[in-house]
């Protein structure tokens, strides 16, 4: 019998911790990013970017003192990982183009794990479709109401001192439980554990490139192979 | 940095999620095989470039057992249990002196 469809309610509760751990960093952005471009620029990027990396990533970039090409130029190549993601998830969202170009909205990286999951062992048709767009448009609204919350916290002088540490530490341990909950075989664990090796040779031996290493070692992991679609288990009996 | 370079920025990033959603055609089921095999890595790959610096520094002790702790949780498959056990770990490696 195939599984029952996770209700909004479950699927809040799977996004709440991300929700939590982005709210965290919604408030480190607004905080650091008020004392550079002030409070009206910090919000506006928050509400219309909602992108942590990318705009960590400017803000760094803008108190190095980089001017607009840089800043767009290492924003391009930080997204292309988006590229390979948006890949993985249009086979399992539904053939509306206008509401898979809203969706596109709430794709982030916790968002495209959470998708990932629930769609994982469904039968491909309008079902997996619905739990799939269902999901990402859930867990993408409370993600990106925790970000431009925490922005707003931020930038009225709320401040993290003391869990400084803990939001560091927040980031390899969020993706190592997006990769816990989406290595659902040995061999999808064997093939992330070999694009985090390929990560770290580049981040070492070629750090200028170090932006795309996700998408390009995501997609070298995925190539070997056999790649003949597995039947699904209810197709057996 | 002005609101037009914002708003760019918006257009790269909101572009980039619109890009293959949108624009791709629906892959073959080969492809789809080939596709699904690619999330797991990507999030290793993240986790693994949020430990090393753009300097190539690898992170703090405490943020590395943080990490340590997460991945020997990880065969749980659970997210929260893999929060958990990371901020765990970071807490005990602060507690201890690491």
């Known amino acids: 019998m195939p599984e029952a469809p996770p209700s909004v309610g479950r699927t809040l509760a799977t996004a709440l911790p991300a929700a939590l751990a982005i709210a965290v960093f919604g408030v480190i952005f607004g905080a650091s990013a008020t004392a550079v471009i002030g409070p009206g620029l910090t919000l506006v990027m928050s509400l219309v970017v909602f992108s942590g990396a990318t705009q960590f990533a400017t803000l760094a970039l803008v108190v190095a003192g980089a001017a607009a ?35 596109a909205w709430f794709m982030l990286d916790e968002t495209f794990g959470f998708t990932i999951v629930a769609a994982d062992g469904r039968t491909a048709g309008p079902d997996r479709e ?49 990769a816990a909950l989406t290595a659902r075989t040995t061999s999808l664990a064997v093939r992330a554990a070999a694009a985090a090796g390929l990560t770290a040779v580049v981040c070492f031996a070629a750090p200028d490139w ?28 | 940095m002005s609101l037009l370079t914002v708003l760019a920025l918006a257009a790269i990033t909101y572009g980039s999620r619109l890009g293959a959603m949108v624009l791709l055609p629906k892959p073959s089921p080969r492809i789809e095989t080939v596709l699904a095999r690619v999330p797991a890595a990507i999030f290793a790959s993240l986790a693994t470039l949020s430990l090393i610096s753009p300097e190539r520094q690898v992170a703090d002790v405490p943020v590395l057992v943080a990490t340590l702790a997460a991945v020997i949780a990880a065969p749980r498959r659970s997210f929260a249990l893999c929060l958990a056990a990371g901020i765990a770990g970071y807490l005990l490696s602060v507690v201890v002196g690491l």
Do not use: K, Q
């Open chain 1, 69 to 103: 090409p840089a800043l767009l130029a290492t924003a391009a190549i930080l997204n292309v990982r988006h590229l390979v993601m948006g890949a993985v998830l249009r086979p399992i969202l539904g053939s509306s183009r206008l509401r898979r170009g809203l969706l």
């Open chain 1, 130 to 178: 619905a739990v799939a767009e269902r999901t990402l448009f859930v867990s993408g609204m409370l993600c990106y109401l925790a970000w431009v919350s925490g922005t707003l916290l931020g930038i009225a002088g709320a401040g993290v001192r003391g869990v400084e540490g803990v939001a560091a530490a927040l980031f390899p341990v969020l993706f190592v439980g997006l």
């Open chain 1, 210 to 237: 170090r932006a795309l290493a996700p998408a390009v070692a995501g997609l070298l992991v995925a190539l070997p192979g056999d790649p003949r679609p597995r039947p699904h288990p209810s197709d057996a009996a």
